[in-house]
């Protein structure tokens, strides 16, 4: 394919991260704010999502980071045949340096053996590209989607192994229910609650967590077309928000926003289920872009 | 109904506060954490001291803009990976607070009791309501070490707003709602 102008493709990618890290989608926000009104008002629930309105309105006004972590980038690319991947990572990398020194990105990029900040978000693994090649779209265009996955929900995500004695949880959808009610017991306040989960039945430990990441690309007020599925998605929540863990773990009706689940196919002697936490400050936005690099949509 | 806590931060005005108390600070904070925390239990010493000053676990965003550190972003980070230091910390440093989310364990608790110390949790993500907090950057410690997120910060906060989750009298708001959750989860399996 034709590439793009890099000067276009490098500014809209920019604004694509800026828009993530400042702006929650519409969906989130509906949320937070259905719940926030449902919690008593004298409560701790209730201050906590006060104040997380208060720093919804603030963050896209100053056009600042929502959360001082902004975590991990996974970008979702779906490109013509043809598309030169080399020369979109290279600016996207560009973009990615100069988002974090005009602040929008936090400094995030580790070397774990030497424990050295990179300074600009750059590093092995760092930022991450998830490419799909389609030819559904109008020729050349390319989808982007970005997704900033804090560290705090991040290490409070799951990856279980069934049968699981320990919960009592067999090889069917009343264990899946199990293992996944107990990661949210285990994560209490410390993902940054009312969360939001991604899961994936199945795959290999690999494609199971990146699969139940991939399912927080989907909005929040979307329906499972697998029926069975659907019902365990609003049986989690439902029963996730009787627990009583409420925002931060405050105690209250909120502990989740969603739980969205997606299936893979498994080996007979393995059954994952992996679970991505998403924390209330859930950062995901996607651009159509034309064939000059041009935004012609902003998917949520 | 808030509490106002200003500096000096005094052991007796430490030791009024009470689990569910919401809390406006005033005052100097000190962000450290994950390297600042390991350094001093491994008997790093460190080159400002904290003595009755309160730790914030954050690691924020702050750029220079015309020569002066900007704070873009401050929410807090998760408290309990500093578990098996902060008792420690806070007995040898003096911390008369804790700033954090998520809550510590029972170590922290006991060190708390012990030495007059609270635990405050700030509401997590609320980089921009707590930023706007912050009224100055006084200094940062240690940024060649650790880097950015990893230093000290030593910043000036204005009425900074945290709900005491752990006290001096031996109660942890985090205890209580695992053991309830624990509970009600039982009624569905």
Redesign the interface.
Known sequence: MTSMPMKQLHDSLLELIRRTSAELPGDIVRAIETQRKLEAESS?AR??LD??A??IG??RE?S???????GTLHFYVRVPVGFDQHAFCEQTRDAVSEATA??Y????S?DPIT???T?NNLGPGFPTFHFEQHDVYEKNEVEVCLILK???CE?VGAQYSLPNRAL?ADRNLEGVK?VI?DSV?AA???G?APGILGVCIGGDRTTGFDNSKEQLLRTLDDKNPDPTLAKLESDIVR?SN?????P????GKTTLLGCKIGVLNRLPASYFVSITYM???YRRQGIMMDKDGKITKWLY | MTTKLETPFTESKIRELHVGDMVEITGKLFTGRDAVHKYVFDGGLLPVSLENQIVYHCGPVVIKENGEWVVKAAGPTTSFREEPYQWKLIADLKLKGVIGKGGMGKKTLEACKAFGCCYFHAVGGAAQVLAEKIIKVNNVYMMEEFGSPEAIWEFEVMGFPVVVTMDTHGKSLHEDILNISTESLKKFL
């Open positions: 701790q201050y906590a104040i997380i208060e720093n603030l963050a100053k600042q980071p929502l959360c001082q972590d902004t005009k602040g990105l936090r400094q995030n580790v424990g050295k900040n300074g804090g560290g705090g290490n009592e199990r009610l017991i209490q306040g410390k940054c029963i009787e627990l009583g863990i409420g931060m773990g405050f105690g924390c209330w400050a």
